[in-house]
């Protein structure tokens, strides 16, 4: 639906002027347009496109590679629940249907007020700690139903500040100091050591 906003098409400026290629800010625009919506929008990647000067096709190729790029409305809250092996073997699949009993929608939907969304999800890498699910990526291992009913309370209460809303990439703005560029020369054209390894080796006799 929505472009990059004003703000972000500076940010978006900001983050193509470190690449010398301006396709290589595809995937850090596209986290972007995630954190500005929730999701990317095909506006925002009709956008991307005329920014990075590549076609919308290439950006939505790039977009769909990555599961963690969600093309479609996505809850402030995205609890995926593994029912991958060892989580089904300890409850997983009766995790999943609590989380959809509780929240009302089914896997793969969203809730009618936009708060949660809920994915049946392969394993999520924390097999010893089964049954697990995660809220915008934040591991909750061996949760019982009565803990997940707990949180989604305090979710809804405002008092788990420590989730954020689901595309939030961190709490600081990266920033790369000059001196630590990469440099803007495409690599085919480098002449030598890269700007970076000629700074690094600066800095190194330097102590
Ligand atoms: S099977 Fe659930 S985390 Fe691996």
Redesign the pocket.
Same mark, same amino acid.
């Given at each position: 639906m929505s472009r990059l906003s004003h703000q972000n098409v500076e940010l978006a400026q900001e983050i193509i002027s470190r690449y010398p290629i301006k396709k290589s800010a595809l995937i850090p625009l596209l986290h972007l347009a995630q954190e500005q919506d929730g999701y990317v929008a095909d506006d925002a990647m009709a956008h991307i496109a005329e920014l990075c000067d590549v076609t919308p096709a290439e950006v939505v190729g790039t977009c769909s590679f990555y599961e963690m790029f969600k093309r479609h409305p996505t809850g402030t809250y995205l609890v995926n629940v /593994?029912t991958? !092996?060892? =989580?089904m073997l300890l409850g997983?699949e009766e995790l999943l249907r609590h989380v959809e009993d509780t929240l009302g929608v089914r896997h793969g939907g969203t809730t009618d007020d936009g708060a949660f969304t809920v994915e049946d999800y392969e =394993? !999520? &890498? &924390? =097999?010893t700690e089964?049954p /697990?699910l995660q809220v915008n990526y934040r591991y909750f291992p061996r949760i019982t139903h009565d803990e997940f009913d707990e949180l989604v309370a305090d979710l809804r209460a405002g008092k788990r500040t420590d989730i954020p809303p689901h595309g939030t990439l961190g709490r600081v703005r990266q920033h790369i100091p000059a001196a630590k560029l990469a440099g803007v020369v495409p690599p085919d054209q480098v002449d030598g050591a890269p700007v970076w390894l000629a700074n690094s080796e600066g800095e190194a006799a330097n102590g």
């Open positions: /593994c991958n !092996i060892s =989580c997983g =394993c !999520i &890498a &924390a =097999c089964a /697990c």
